[in-house]
């Protein structure tokens, strides 16, 4: 069967993690590392014993011919990274969210079709083994028919929760909503409802925001709804990263820290003598050792990758997945300032939030902090002045 040769473009955090998971899986060999600092490189490159380094992707994709480059970078590369890689017809991987706005989005999935390559969105909770485990039990009935979901980030400030750990929580919701038909969204900051002023920079170059909470109701195929919850808290909290499905005859519990359970019954009233949920077991591919070094939910990417290849298929965390993701996003941004449901998809792909900012006369955004600390802090002080 077919090894496919990887190439993995930026080897700082993200980068490292993707290349653990491609060296860790059998049916993948890292032939080639690309970043603009040599000590990443030969950092990366000892973890994952790889000694071919380039700092110029086309003459890396030139030399070493890879089936599949994943771009693990900042999402403000993520556009002119996959444009140029695209244009040699390699399929990608690329880091979450698949791009800032839906313009470069369709752009990068019109290129994409135009050199027959596949785009994969680096989702990696859709396919980690809890989730497979959460899967598993919802399509053999054991909770009934779908109802309701509900879900919610880490505590980030809403805005920039929405474009970082927003796009994993909405990606779950997707997995089990279905298509999302429309959008409804109440944003505040600073304890009133949001105003163009507040439209800003992210941190992590992670594209434009705004809302300090945001509270959104989506609508998937048929009749499931759900709600979406990014709130700023006073810390941020993994523990608080979660999603449940409400089924007619059960319900689903679904955790990044705790797991994966089932309660069998739609209601739970707690009778002070027992605990009625039960905890699922995950369901990891049969090849995967923890002894790797490799997480287990970016080496389940990589397994999903090997397999929609062979069969040539889309991944389950496909470019087009990606950018419904997006457009749920921009969604959320659009209602926010509208004050009415959005419906999906676009007809206007241009950001909400710059149209807006540009009808109310305002000029170019403040400039922000990059790091979300400093960046905080210093919205903070907007905030409080």
């Not at 400030?157 to 038909?181: D, E, K, P, Q, S």
């Not at 300090?212 to 990014?230: M, P, S």
């Not at 004050?339 to 939030?353: C, M, Y």
């Amino acid at each position: 069967m077919k090894t496919y040769r990887v190439a993995i473009l930026g080897c700082r955090s993200r980068g490292t993690s993707a290349a653990k998971a491609y060296h860790a899986h059998p049916r993948t060999e890292i032939v080639a590392l690309c970043d603009l600092v040599q000590e990443r490189l030969a950092a990366l490159g000892n973890i994952v014993n790889v000694s071919a380094h380039f700092t110029d992707l086309d003459e890396m994709i030139r030399q070493t011919s890879p089936d599949i480059v994943a771009i693990p970078t900042a999402t403000d590369a993520h556009y002119p990274l996959a444009m140029r890689v695209l244009e040699h017809g390699v399929n990608i991987e690329v880091e979450k969210p698949i791009c800032g706005d839906l313009v470069e989005a369709d752009a990068v999935l019109a290129k994409a079709k135009e050199k027959n390559a596949r785009v994969v969105v680096h989702h990696q909770r859709r396919v980690s083994p809890t989730m497979q485990a959460v899967a598993k039990v919802l399509n053999e009935g054991k909770i009934g028919e779908l109802r309701y979901i509900y879900a919610s980030g880490k505590g980030y400030y809403a805005g920039y929760g929405l474009m970082n750990i927003g796009t994993h929580v909405i990606n779950n919701m997707l997995r089990f909503g279905g298509h999302c038909r429309s959008v409804v969204t109440q944003a505040t900051t600073g304890g009133r409802t949001i105003t163009p002023e507040d439209v800003l920079p992210s941190p992590s170059g992670m594209g434009i925001i705004a809302g300090e909470y945001v509270t959104a109701t989506l609508q998937f195929d048929g009749h499931i709804t759900g709600t979406l919850l990014q709130h700023r808290c006073p810390k941020v909290d993994s523990d608080a990263y979660a999603m449940e499905l409400y089924g007619t005859e059960g319900r689903l519990f679904w955790s990044e820290l705790r797991g994966a359970w089932r309660l069998p019954t739609p209601h739970f009233v707690p009778d002070g003598t027992h605990d009625r949920w039960e905890k699922l077991a995950p369901i990891y591919p049969v090849h995967f050792e923890a002894a790797s070094g490799a997480d287990a939910d970016d080496y389940c990417v990589v397994e999903e990758y090997v397999n929609a290849l062979d069969e040539n298929r889309e991944h389950e965390c496909s470019g087009e997945e990606g950018r419904h993701v997006l457009e749920v996003l921009m969604g959320i941004f659009e209602s926010a300032v509208r004050g009415t449901r959005v419906a999906l998809p676009q007809k206007n792909r241009e950001h909400p939030l710059l149209q807006w900012r540009a009808e109310a006369g305002l000029g170019d955004m403040p400039e922000m902090p990059r790091d979300y600390g400093t960046w905080l802090a210093k919205e903070t002080e907007r905030l409080n002045s």
